[in-house]
């Protein structure tokens, strides 16, 4: 190995002590092509311009989401925090009513057999969530 400095030109390995130029995966010599990085900003725009709008939708679904679960705790703190005597049977409809304290009570009678402020009808599903009635 020599320690002399080898011109700028010549492709010399130091570790290897050998010329390795034919083994470089790019040209070595000032004749070599130049090489250019290809311009990547159109590209780069247009895909962030594509990320950005599935992770608004999906943004979007899972709000939409949110407001349906929070909707629903909702309506289960609002019925089960309301006055009602009997024992609600799975899978039958029941009514939401305000009486005139503003007390809120849950009843069978349907909205158009009374004349109490109809809050809202609902479902007890088997997992004891009410479900809103449209």
């Not at 020599?2 to 010599?29: C, I, M, R």
């Not at 939409?64 to 089960?80: F, G, K, P, V, W």
Request: charged residues 25%.
């Amino acid at each position: 190995m020599s320690t002399k400095k080898k011109p700028d030109a010549v492709v010399f390995n130091e570790e290897s002590g050998s010329y390795d130029a034919s083994l470089k995966a790019y040209g070595t010599n000032v004749g070599a092509p130049a090489i250019r990085t290809n311009d990547t900003i159109a590209w780069k725009n247009q895909n962030i311009h594509k990320v950005n709008k599935q992770v608004k939708a999906r943004f979007d679904e899972i709000k939409a989401q949110y407001d349906d679960l929070m909707q629903q705790y909702e309506y289960n703190q609002l019925i089960y925090s309301a006055k009602f005597s009997f024992e609600p049977v799975v899978g039958h409809i029941y009514h939401l009513y305000k009486d005139n304290n503003d007390n809120a009570f849950l009843s069978i009678i349907d909205p158009n057999e009374c004349n109490f402020n109809h809050l809202g009808s609902f479902r007890l599903n088997a997992d004891k969530m009410w479900k809103k009635v449209e």
